[in-house]
């Protein structure tokens, strides 16, 4: 009889078991310091197997980087309910958000620390997701004005359109971009304190966000004193 041949594993299947090596040690040792070999090693895989997959080591990090991306940008996405009131859709996505980042540290240190130190090419893959990211909160400020407005004193006597976003358009667009930007450094030192929950993370931010954007809706934004102006 002939030698038994061993199962092939699929290509699909072995490029993810690589890509999960990598991303466990590119997040814990940085790119600078990772080697092939350990990923190789850890992957249980041959050193020259993975330059035939992934061709190189910059190869390899780009695609940890649109890997990691793409699920945190679905994790937050899917996290959502549409059919529910505005601050739950914003809760909803920062615990999302908060979730995954805790769940997958390694990925995160990828994305938040190693992608965007190490060249304008890593940086500009980790840029585009943010971007995407930046994108949906916007929509969810937007949303929440939108709601907000026909409960604002004097909306209709003043002849405003219920149906247009109460805050202006520059305006909600820094907002989203405050809270993403609050969300990355917030997650980063969640996932280095010891005791810090992911949901404890969502509703410090949350409390932080929503009572400042309440006011906003509502008519009453912060401005400062005559005497500072």
Same mark, same amino acid.
């Given at each position: 009889?002939g030698a038994v041949?061993?199962?092939?594993?699929?290509?699909?299947?072995?490029?993810?078991?690589?890509?999960?090596?990598?991303?466990?040690?590119?997040?814990?040792?940085?790119?600078?310091?990772?080697?092939?070999?350990?990923?190789?090693?850890?992957?249980?895989?041959?050193?020259?197997?993975?330059?035939?997959?992934?061709?190189?080591?910059?190869?390899?990090?780009?695609?940890?980087?649109?890997?990691?991306?793409?699920?945190?940008?679905?994790?937050?996405?899917?996290?959502?309910?549409?059919?529910?009131?505005?601050?739950? !859709?914003?809760?909803? /996505? =920062?615990?999302?958000?908060?979730?995954?980042? $805790? *769940?997958?540290?390694? +990925? #995160?240190?990828?994305?938040?620390?190693?992608?965007?130190?190490?060249?304008?090419?890593?940086?500009?893959?980790?840029?585009?997701?943010?971007?995407?990211?930046?994108?949906?909160?916007?929509?969810?400020?937007?949303?929440?004005?939108?709601?907000?407005?026909?409960?604002?004193?004097?909306?209709?006597?003043?002849?405003?359109?219920?149906?247009?976003?109460?805050?202006?358009? !520059?305006?909600?667009? /820094? =907002?989203?971009?405050?809270l993403v930007g609050? $969300? *990355?450094?917030?997650? +980063? #030192?969640?996932?280095?304190?010891?005791?810090?929950?992911?949901?404890?993370?969502?509703?410090?931010?949350?409390?932080?966000?929503?009572?400042?954007?309440?006011?906003?809706?509502?008519?009453?934004?912060?401005?400062?004193?005559?005497?500072?102006?």
């Open positions: 009889m041949k061993t199962k092939r594993m699929p290509r699909a299947v072995r490029e993810q078991q690589m890509l999960d090596a990598a991303v466990q040690i590119f997040g814990r040792r940085g790119y600078m310091a990772a080697s092939m070999d350990e990923i190789a090693e850890l992957a249980g895989v041959s050193k020259p197997l993975v330059y035939l997959y992934l061709n190189s080591k910059e190869d390899l990090f780009t695609a940890c980087i649109r890997r990691e991306a793409a699920a945190l940008t679905e994790a937050v996405r899917t996290g959502v309910r549409t059919d529910l009131p505005a601050d739950r !859709r914003l809760w909803d /996505g =920062l615990q999302a958000f908060f979730a995954h980042t $805790a *769940e997958h540290p390694d +990925a #995160w240190s990828v994305l938040h620390l190693q992608a965007r130190t190490h060249g304008e090419p890593f940086a500009a893959e980790v840029a585009a997701m943010r971007e995407e990211i930046v994108a949906f909160a916007t929509r969810l400020i937007a949303i929440a004005a939108r709601e907000a407005l026909p409960r604002t004193l004097g909306c209709a006597r003043a002849g405003r359109d219920p149906h247009d976003p109460d805050l202006p358009e !520059r305006e909600v667009a /820094g =907002l989203a971009e405050a609050a $969300a *990355e450094s917030l997650a +980063a #030192w969640a996932n280095t304190t010891p005791g810090v929950t992911a949901r404890q993370a969502a509703a410090t931010l949350m409390n932080f966000a929503w009572a400042g954007l309440g006011n906003l809706m509502r008519g009453r934004p912060w401005t400062p004193s005559a005497e500072e102006v």
